[in-house]
């Protein structure tokens, strides 16, 4: 039970982990090329649920809490929502030549 709220990092640790890995993953796609979901075969939902699952670790390493994961889960939440009011971003999420 102790498990559930102890904390094997600082929580400021998570959320800096959580904003480089959301950043780095943002370029990996953009890089990879945009596809909805429509358009995926099998093999890219399987490389998906892959790539999720490592980044699960970088995100929140060793850590098995509660907390942790929540603090994890706000702050992709949180970056998603403050990054697409810049209109940058906005341009890029949607697909648009950034130049």
Excluded: C, H
């Amino acid at each position: 039970m102790n498990n559930l709220s102890s904390l094997a990092l600082p929580w400021r640790q998570f959320a800096v982990r959580v904003i480089f890995v959301y950043m780095a993953l943002l370029v990996l796609l953009r890089i990879s090329g945009k596809r909805s979901f429509g358009e995926m075969s099998a093999f890219d939902v399987i490389v998906l649920v892959l790539v999720g699952g490592t980044l699960r670790t970088s995100i929140v390493g060793m850590d098995t809490s509660f907390f942790g994961a929540l603090i994890a889960v706000a702050t992709i939440v949180a970056t998603d929502r403050g990054m697409v009011r810049a209109p940058l971003y906005r341009a890029w999420r949607r697909g648009r030549p950034l130049w």
